[in-house]
């Protein structure tokens, strides 16, 4: 017994990611993980997927992570191996997605000397992480491995590195089984306390213009959480609204629904946002994408506030109700209490407050000039959405004009289809992430809808998509325009377009030959949907070069520095009232 | 930073209403591993809140846990925020801000060194001993004094030194401790 427990730091890892039930790896082989990629060699319990670059892995682990609620897992060498998963760990701690990354460290003993291929991993890693490690015994290799997918996966959850130097991976030592793991000082607490809940339900009864603002946690918090959402919106008929990260988790074709809300969210969403008299966030953190002026967010409204993070409570917006706990947990007492005390809305203060929401929705602040000899964005999305939606489909996104279209014409209705770069805003994630959903889900449709700027951020990941036989979708509304940069030249600059120009494009039809694929062009709107349906039906990685119109902007929006009734409109805004939007305060903001 | 500007420390600060600006002194009970005090400094520097005095030190060798004291500035949003912060941080077991809690004992260890001759040098012995100072070093030309006590009077005796010679001082860094039974939990 004590025997088998004898083993390397590298039988270690396999060891304990076997346990942790890890099915997949994404990874870059280098000299301080050598001993790692020889234990990988020699099982085949978890496969290794060989990435392109270690920011594709990190991207492919959130992917993974976000399409499954599992952790995601990457592994690269040290030095340049490290530096490079620094933006993909950015990404997940912004957007609170579980990962655990493992890099190789120089010997313990060189360790300061400036050695070939050293850097100060934890340090770089420090401030982007939720919590890292250093191992410098292989007997606490076992107890950190357990203790990073244990802080990774529970309370909020969030990117861990692991650093195991190459002669800690060599040493033999005791391997101790993930039993009883816990870190002393961290017990996230998920339950809400009842007087919260209570005094919640009490607020929400007495609300004449009430509505849910729901995020990411409805998400992170597992499809249980959803389907709460979904039966405490039905049980009030309190209208709902989401925040970039939360789509899905309210299905769009609910009756509720008002779509998203914030810089370019629907006139509907955002207008309710401002008149609500009691708002209820779910899962979400009042990020400055959202509310928009602070002095001017929600102004007549008491606000409850259901996260998991205390530290979210009161950072940007006071709120009169926090409930501290898991979303699913908060939903389901609070559905009780709800019941408990037999609440019903006022009926006839409801109704108004939905008609008033009708004339807005009315508005139609998603509409478009459509044109019979060039692709709209908005169109293509459209149709793409028409064709895939009756399919087991997943999106992902890169980030840019093209996300914000996805976020608005693709219409979500179940949580954990919709992967895409909220918080960090990371172009290039779209094609590696969506490597790790297919990977996870290799029997599904993965489309990532880019642009022709980011996808070239990471476009040597497609490699990694055709060795695996990973036939992910890559569907770029290519305008030649880094697009959301131009627009905002454009409100902000006085039209001078500097540097947004996407000059000497690939031949993005021959590069997915190059690499092996399938590359695909449509420039004419009646040819689309056979395009579309050629990208379904093939079972390769492909490359769709979607031609849109060059100069089209993604409205509605709040510029920056306004409040939600302030809204920029889409098809009547002139390019006067563009060009002056944004006064010189709102110029200073990002 | 920004967060002197506003509350949130959002993209979207608005100078409007001045909050009072104050002094905090927080406890953190942390678990004594390396990084801890990197991550904690590292939360300082990277959301822009300051730093007055920090002191840390182990305190329970069997159980490895550290104790910090922080004193920091900050207005009401910002200091709950800062403690928010701290208190989500892995390896910190709890915070508590002894300022908000009121009823606390905050003390510092200076050593002062002085040089002079004649009759400064006998005023600076006299003063030393009025605040209760002990020599702790001396030469026929230098004394060096440990002298602790609140902050502000370690404030007030290097003030008074000034004239009088001083030549260098090294501070401790506030500890500061809650009166009464109640303990901070590990």
Redesign the interface.
């Known amino acids: 017994m004590a025997e088998d427990m004898m083993m390397t730091g590298a039988e270690m890892v396999l060891r304990a990611l076997a346990e942790h039930g890890v099915k997949h790896v994404f990874g870059y082989p280098g000299g301080a993980v050598l001993p790692i990629y020889d234990e990988f060699f020699q099982q085949d319990k978890v496969k290794h997927i060989l990435v392109r670059h270690e920011q594709g892995a990190t991207h492919m682990a959130e992917g993974y992570a976000r399409s499954t609620g599992l952790c995601g897992v990457a592994l690269a060498t040290s030095g340049p191996g490290a530096t490079n998963c620094v933006t993909g760990l950015m990404d997940a701690l912004a957007d609170s997605i579980p990962m655990v990354l493992l890099t190789g460290q120089v010997p313990t003993h060189l360790i300061g000397s400036d050695a070939f291929q050293e850097c100060d991993t934890?340090?770089i890693t420090?401030?982007c992480t939720?919590?890292?490690w250093?191992v410098k015994d292989v007997n606490d290799l076992a107890r950190i491995m357990h203790e990073a997918f244990y802080?990774a996966m529970t309370g909020?959850p969030g990117p861990v590195v692991v650093d195991i130097p190459k002669d800690v991976q060599f040493a033999k030592g005791t391997y101790t089984p993930k039993t009883g793991v816990i870190?002393?000082?961290?017990q996230p607490k998920t339950q809400p306390d009842m007087a919260s809940v209570e005094a919640a339900v009490a607020l929400m009864a007495t609300a004449k213009k009430p509505l849910f603002y729901t995020g990411g946690g409805v998400i992170n918090s597992g499809p249980r959480a959803s389907k709460l959402l979904r039966e405490f919106v039905e049980l009030t008929g309190i209208p709902i609204t989401s925040t970039l990260m939360g789509l899905g988790a309210y299905p769009a074709s609910g009756k509720e629904w008002l779509g998203m809300l914030g810089m370019h969210g629907t006139y509907e969403a955002n207008m309710a946002m401002h008149d609500c008299d009691v708002m209820i966030n779910v899962g979400a953190r009042f990020d400055?994408r959202i509310?928009?002026?602070?002095?001017a967010f929600a102004p007549n409204s008491k606000k409850i506030h259901i996260d998991i993070?205390?530290?979210s409570?009161?950072?940007?917006?006071?709120v009169a109700v926090p409930v501290i706990a898991d979303v699913a947990a908060a939903l389901e007492a609070m559905i009780a209490s709800w019941k408990k005390h037999k609440h019903t809305l006022d009926h006839k203060a409801l109704s108004s407050w939905k008609a008033e929401i009708g004339k807005w929705k009315s508005v139609d602040s998603l509409k478009y000039r459509s044109n019979k000899d060039v692709i709209m964005p908005q169109y293509a999305i459209e149709r793409l959405f028409a064709l895939t939606k009756d399919m087991d489909t997943y999106i992902t996104t890169e980030v840019g004009q093209h996300q914000m279209w996805a976020a608005q014409f693709y219409r979500f209705e179940e949580p954990n289809r919709w992967m895409t770069s909220g918080g960090l805003g990371t172009m290039g994630y779209g094609l590696p992430a969506a490597v790790g959903v297919q990977a996870a889900h290799p029997k599904s449709l993965v489309i990532d809808i880019a642009g022709d700027a980011s996808v070239q951020m990471t476009i040597q990941e497609f490699s990694t998509a055709i060795q695996y036989k990973l036939p992910i979708k890559i569907f770029i509304l290519n305008n030649q325009y880094m697009g959301m940069v131009r627009q905002w030249q454009q409100l902000l600059h006085g039209n001078r377009l500097s540097e947004s120009y996407s000059e000497a494009l690939p031949d993005f039809v021959k590069l997915a030959e190059a690499y092996g694929g399938v590359g695909l062009r449509c420039e004419k709107p009646g040819e689309l949907d056979d395009a579309i349906k050629a990208m379904i039906a093939s079972p390769h990685p492909v490359i769709f070069d979607c031609r849109v119109a060059n100069l089209a902007n993604c409205f509605p929006m709040i510029p920056?520095?306004k409040a939600h009734n302030e809204m920029l409109l889409g098809a009547d805004v002139s390019d006067e009232e563009v060009g002056s939007a944004i006064d010189a305060k709102g110029k200073a903001?990002? | 930073m920004n967060a002197h500007k506003e509350a949130s420390g959002s993209a979207y600060f608005i100078d409007t209403k001045k909050l009072e600006v104050n002094t905090h002194t927080l406890a953190v009970v942390a678990e004594n591993q390396p990084g801890v005090l990197a991550r904690i400094i590292g939360l300082f520097a990277g959301r822009g809140y300051n730093i007055d005095s920090l002191t840390v030190s182990e305190t329970e060798h069997e159980k490895h846990v550290s104790r910090f004291t922080i004193v920091t500035s900050g207005t009401a949003p910002v200091v709950a925020q800062i403690k928010a912060q701290l208190e989500r941080m892995v390896l910190v077991h709890s915070v508590a801000d002894l300022t908000l809690q009121g009823n606390f004992l905050a003390r510092e260890l200076a050593m002062v060194k002085v040089s002079g001759e004649g009759d400064k040098r006998v005023e600076a012995l006299r003063l030393a001993d009025a605040f209760r100072a002990r020599v702790v070093d001396a030469s026929t030309d230098s004394f060096v004094f440990e002298l602790t006590g609140k902050p502000d009077k370690i404030d007030q005796f290097i003030s008074l030194m000034v004239p009088l010679g001083l030549v260098e001082v090294s501070r401790t860094g506030v500890a500061a401790i809650s009166r009464g039974l109640e303990a901070m939990k590990v």
């Open positions: 934890v340090g420090r401030p939720k919590q890292n250093l802080v909020r870190v002393k000082s961290y400055d509310t928009g002026r602070l002095d993070d205390p530290s409570i009161n950072k940007v917006v006071r920056s520095g903001l990002v």
